[in-house]
């Protein structure tokens, strides 16, 4: 592992484990990283130790258990962060493409699109409405950005902007900065 943390590395393992009777141990045989943080003394990803690991709410009894619990969430990292910004930027420049004269009229038509697509598609919808404060304003200075705290939200509105990538696809080809769009869905 040259130049990798062995927690960094640990985390993105970690999710295999799982606790039979003989304790926690890897799903896969080959996860050898995580088999050794039970068995091996790893640095600890930490000069002092904080509060949240101080406090006995973290209970682990293998060697190293405190470490264990500093595992990269990929889930929240993307549909909390990543997903947001990404979504939030293309809704805004996908609704240019929608028919009204102004930026509330296009988003009231994507918010029927919105509600019409779920229902196809069973999809719960988490907001009952798209407004371009759900995606940080869409003006000419404003910075993109989800106002949503539900993760599975970023899941359905990434699938809904696929919908609308692929409905409006001769538009999303003709301009520039949707063209970069389009490639990240498909």
């Known amino acids: ?69 500093f595992k990269i969430d990929i889930w929240h990292v993307v549909h909390m962060g990543v997903a947001k910004d990404f979504i939030s930027s293309a809704m805004c420049l996908l609704q240019s493409l929608m028919d009204g004269s102004s930026v509330d009229s296009r988003f009231q038509q994507m918010s029927g699109l919105y509600t019409d697509w779920c229902k196809a598609n069973r999809k719960i919808r988490y907001i009952s409405k798209l407004t371009k404060d759900t995606f940080g304003g869409c003006g000419k200075r404003d910075e993109p950005h989800g106002s949503w705290n539900k993760a599975a939200l970023s899941s359905t509105l990434m699938q809904f902007t696929e919908y609308l990538c692929g409905l409006y696809d001769e538009q999303c080809q003709r301009d520039e900065r949707l063209r970069f769009v389009v490639p990240c869905l498909f």
């Open 1 to 69: 592992m040259n130049g990798l943390c062995k927690w960094f590395t640990l985390s993105i393992f970690g999710r295999f484990l799982h606790k039979n009777s003989s304790g926690f141990r890897p799903r896969h045989i080959g996860d050898k990283l995580i088999e050794q943080s039970y068995v091996e003394h790893l640095p600890e990803p930490w000069d002092e130790e904080g509060p949240w690991t101080a406090a006995s709410l973290l209970r682990d009894a293998g060697p190293q258990g405190k470490s264990r619990f």
